[in-house]
DNA sequence: TTCTTTGTTCCGGA
DNA sequence: GTCCGGAACAAAGA
């Protein structure tokens, strides 16, 4: 389940190992992710450098000298590292999920550095997508994206505006990418229980200070994770089975019938379905 | 066999 | 035209 924190890990943990190497083979086990991938796919991406890699939401951008290769992740894809030498696989991202199997490894890229980049995906609901550099600005995936959580935009004046005269429930907003963009269903939930907020409340009856208080709790928990993550991917040394401990802090995810964590409330975490989604939260103290 | 999981897209109704 | 929620979709595991 990448959402923002997990896909900027693993951003952060290739740019550290994989940044100015040039691509120097590709092998594709299964073009059938989300999107086919072209057969031109790898012939194009032969000798080019990788300059930059970036983040919008929960998408990576490869930035190469003329094109642009576009990943997302889906829902269970993960990208690990190999070392070429001996095969030995290091993780990249903050899967707690140690059981990676290798049927699921649907892409390799070799590297002049000696490593690997293996595409992991037991869904293959995530895609490749590559395009030119001139295309940036017009990629669809991109363009229509709401601004990013962690920016200084995302304020309470932002809110504001965006949800006037407006029905949604609060959880469906957070939800929708274009309204801010980077958010899944895990951190809405925690965002909401930090703020004490249910999910079903209607965005546009917040108070302004149960908006300012949810605008923090939003960037104070996606920066924590960020920080969990990246302390689970510092050593490259070790060996598969280390692993980002994120659910370990999921106050209400996945909680239900638990007790609420906050000492002063007896509340169950309660779940429901809100469009089609499990929604988890605790009945006494978010209201 | 059925249910669950996800982000995204599409569609009908208000 | 806009907003909203429900359904569908991809694949696989329990």
Redesign the pocket.
């Known amino acids: 389940?990448?959402?923002l924190p997990e896909v900027e890990v693993v951003r952060r943990s290739l740019f550290q190992m994989i940044n100015k190497a040039k691509i120097i083979a590709i092998k594709i086990n299964n073009r059938?992710l989300?999107y086919k991938i072209p057969k031109t796919f790898c012939k194009s991406l032969i000798n080019e450098k990788i300059l930059k890699i970036s983040r919008r939401?929960?998408?990576l951008i490869f930035h190469l000298k003329k094109k642009i290769l576009l990943i997302?992740l889906?829902?269970s894809g993960k990208l690990l590292l190999l070392r070429n030498r001996d095969n030995a696989i290091f993780k990249t991202s903050f899967y707690y999920d140690t059981?990676i199997?290798s049927?699921?490894n649907h892409i390799y890229i070799k590297l002049n550095n000696g490593l690997v980049i293996v595409y992991n995906d037991?869904?293959?609901?995530g895609f490749f997508k590559l395009y030119k550099t001139v295309q940036f600005k017009h990629i669809?995936?991109l363009k229509?994206l709401g601004i990013e959580p962690l920016s200084k935009i995302f304020n309470v004046h932002y809110f504001e505006k965006l949800v006037q005269?407006?029905?949604?429930?609060i959880k469906?907003?957070l939800?929708d990418?274009t309204f801010v963009s980077g958010?899944?269903?895990?951190y809405v939930n925690e965002a909401l229980f930090l703020s004490k907020i249910a999910p079903i409340r209607s965005?546009n009856n917040l108070s302004k200070n149960e908006k300012k208080n949810l605008i923090l709790n939003i960037k104070k928990i996606l920066k924590f994770a960020i920080s969990k993550g990246g302390s689970s991917v510092k050593d490259f040394k070790d060996t598969l089975g280390e692993s980002g401990k994120f659910q370990q802090f999921f106050r209400v995810y996945?909680k239900k019938n638990k007790k609420c964590s906050r000492i002063s409330c007896k509340g169950r975490i309660k779940k429901i379905?809100?469009?089609?989604?499990?929604t988890f939260y605790c009945p006494s103290c978010q209201i």
């Not at 379905?273 to 499990?278: A, G, Q």
């Open positions: 389940m990448p959402e059938n989300r939401s929960k998408y997302h889906g829902m059981n199997k049927k699921h037991v869904r293959r609901f669809t995936f229509k005269n407006r029905k949604k429930n469906n907003l939800m990418q958010l899944g269903n895990i965005c996945d379905i809100i469009s089609n989604r499990s």
